[in-house]
């Protein structure tokens, strides 16, 4: 456990020392407002508040004309009384599509936000100002006043039972793969097979994942300790045929010699070092393509997707999909399985026997009847 944690203690440490960069190009204040939720949120979510709070604040200083007149970093507290409704209004238009560049290559590139996006973004701001306004610094929290935007459910992506079995096929075979690829399948197959039934059958996150040590994982009791965003631990378990996927490939993880500080890391990259969550993606990306190259957005978060449709529908328990999900609120989970249970009440419909009733042409031929007698 505590490697696990120190695995996490690093993932921390790295974030704090990004927001603490990304402060400086910030207001003042925003570093009051973090102070102020530093024991409620992790440092993942005050992360992501700054990347939408630097974003919000160069949209004022490079695209309006009003706030051109000095930089974010070095506004006082009243300057925050001059942003109006329309400057939210802007910036949600903005966010549609804009530039951004990147930081290490300075290449740019065009960036466009759709609905989630765009709500996640203005739902910051809402936060920031309303600590501004319960603080006396504005006279009203106006960020309140945007609509936003109304998100279209969207149905689940996943992957039916053919496509689960092309996709584990191909890790076998290698078919339909390119020739680099093939190779490097010599060396990662048992690894890649391990990593794909965990993800399918335990509905684990990707983050959860390539943070998994190899002190985690118990095959007396087929369970494994993992540690979800919010930073709690829990234990999951899983079916066999995922404990012999992972003594498989425990078997080659053994005979490899990490990198200092990777020695614990269950799952490693060709570079011997704890795989990176960008690498699963690419890697469950690849195999998708050739299993479902209709479905365009398999991921890992797809396969979790797929877990927990096949858990309920297994289960019909929307309260055990949540508690293995992590799920810390079951409204979550009953949303992305809302179809799901239309699709049970619609086969209800059909199972229920109604006596026969008198067709609609019979009836118009007794109706008939009836008036030839008249």
Not at 274 to 303: C, D, E, G, W
Request: aromatic share 10%.
């Amino acid at each position: 456990m505590a490697d696990n944690m120190d695995y996490r203690a690093k993932l921390d440490a790295q974030r704090m020392e990004k927001l603490r960069q990304l402060q400086r190009d910030l207001p003042p204040l925003c570093t009051d407002f973090f102070r102020s939720i530093a024991f409620t949120t992790s440092t993942l979510t005050r992360l992501a508040y700054a990347y939408d709070f630097r974003l919000f604040f160069q949209y004022l200083y490079k695209e309006n004309p009003v706030f051109s007149d000095k930089e974010p970093g070095i506004w006082e507290d009243s300057d925050f009384k001059r942003i109006k409704k329309r400057d939210f209004v802007g910036f949600q238009d903005y966010l549609t599509q804009y530039f951004n560049t990147d930081e290490e290559s300075g290449v740019s590139q065009m960036v466009r936000n759709h609905e989630l996006g765009i709500m996640r973004k203005l739902s910051s701001l809402r936060s920031l100002f309303d600590y501004l306004f319960q603080n006396g610094y504005i006279d009203g929290n106006i960020a309140e006043l945007i609509t936003l935007p109304k998100i279209h459910d969207k149905p689940i992506l996943r992957l039916d039972a053919d496509e689960m079995q092309r996709m584990l096929d191909t890790v076998s075979s290698g078919d339909g793969l390119t020739e680099r690829q093939q190779k490097l399948l010599e060396t990662n197959r048992s690894r890649d097979m391990a990593m794909l039934l965990l993800f399918l059958g335990t509905g684990i996150r990707v983050s959860e994942c390539v943070g998994l040590n190899i002190g985690d994982i118990d095959f007396e009791n087929n369970a494994f300790l993992v540690t979800r965003k919010g930073g709690d631990q829990t234990i999951l378990y899983f079916p066999q045929q995922v404990a012999d996927a992972l003594q498989e490939y425990l078997q080659h993880r053994n005979q490899i010699v990490p990198l200092d500080g990777h020695e614990d890391a269950l799952f490693l990259s060709l570079q011997k070092r704890r795989i990176t969550q960008r690498a699963v993606q690419n890697l469950v990306k690849k195999y998708a393509m050739v299993a479902a190259p209709l479905k365009k957005r398999i991921s890992p978060h797809k396969l979790r997707s797929t877990f927990g449709t096949n858990l309920y529908q297994a289960t019909g328990d929307i309260y055990l999909v949540a508690d293995v999900l992590g799920h810390s609120d079951v409204n979550t989970t009953r949303r992305h399985y809302a179809a799901m249970t239309d699709e049970r009440k619609r086969k209800a419909a059909t199972k229920v026997l109604l006596p026969e009733s008198e067709s609609a042409d019979n009836r118009k031929t007794d109706d008939e009847r009836a008036q030839s007698d008249d």
